[in-house]
C-alpha cells in the first residue's frame, strides 16, 4: 500500500508537469473555518428545515424565511476566515500551479484567500439580488436587522444570490466549470464526497476528458472508487500544507 508521503511525493511532481490543474472543492474545505455541511450527521438539515432554501416556498413566505436565513448565513457564518487549505489554493493559482477553482461552497471563503479564478457553482452568499429588477447588493450594505430585506428600486424583497431548491444553476459558473473540467490535465478534489448533482459531474468530465484525479478528503467517498487516481487521506489544511512544503 502506497503511503502518504510517496502519494504526495507523486501528485507535486504530477502538479509541476501539468499544464492545467483545477480544483473542485466542497463544504470539507470549509468545514476547519467552522462552517458546518449541509448533509451528513452534523450537517445543517440535520437542525433546520431545509424547505426555506426551496424556491417557491420562499416566494410566498419570505419573512419566515429570512428568520432561518439570516441565523445560518448571516449571523453564524459571518465571521468565517479561510484557512490554510483555502491559502494554499491561492498561493498555487498565483504560483501557476492551479488555473481554476470550481467551488460548491456558497461562503466566498476562495476569494477571500486570494483566489482570482473561482466559478461558483452554487452561487454566493455574500450577495443579494432583487428578483425583479435584477439589481445585485453586497450583504455588508443590509441591515439584517430589518427583514426581510427589500430592494431600494422596487421595494422587492431581495433573495441571497445562490441557488434554492428548485433553482437552476447559474449559466456561466456551469459553463466555466465544464470548460475547465474539458481541458484540464490534473483535478483536484478537496473536500467533496460526490453526493450533489449536477456539481459532482464535473470531476467525472475531467476524467473522462483524461484528466489525473487527485482526491483530498478525510475517508473513502462516491469519488474514490469511481474516477480517483491518487487519494491523499486527510484534513484539506493538513494535506494542502505538506504538499505546498513539496511544491515551494
Known sequence: MTNLADSLTKTADILKQSKFTMAFTGAGISVESGIPPFRGEHGLW???????LDLGYFLNNPAHCWIYIRGIFYDFFAD???????????????SKLLN?????????????AGSETVYEF????????????GHVYDA???????I?????????VLKPDFIFFGEGIPPDAYADSFAAAE?????????STGEVTPASYVPRTAKQAGATIIEINPEKTIFTSAITDIHLKGKATEVLNQLGELLF
Do not use: W
Open 122 to 133: 452554487h452561487g454566493n452568499s455574500k450577495k443579494l439580488k432583487c428578483l425583479k429588477c
Open 46 to 52: 440535520n437542525k433546520y428545515n431545509q424547505q426555506v
Open 148 to 156: 426581510p430585506p427589500k430592494c431600494i428600486n422596487d421595494g422587492e
Open 100 to 112: 481554476a477553482v470550481v467551488t460548491q461552497n456558497i461562503d466566498n471563503l476562495h476569494y477571500q
Open 140 to 146: 455588508r450594505d443590509i441591515d439584517f436587522e430589518n
Open 80 to 94: 468565517a476566515k479561510p484557512n490554510d487549505a483555502h491559502r494554499m489554493l491561492a498561493k498555487m493559482e498565483s
Open 183 to 191: 481541458k484540464a490535465e490534473v483535478c483536484i478534489i478537496v473536500g
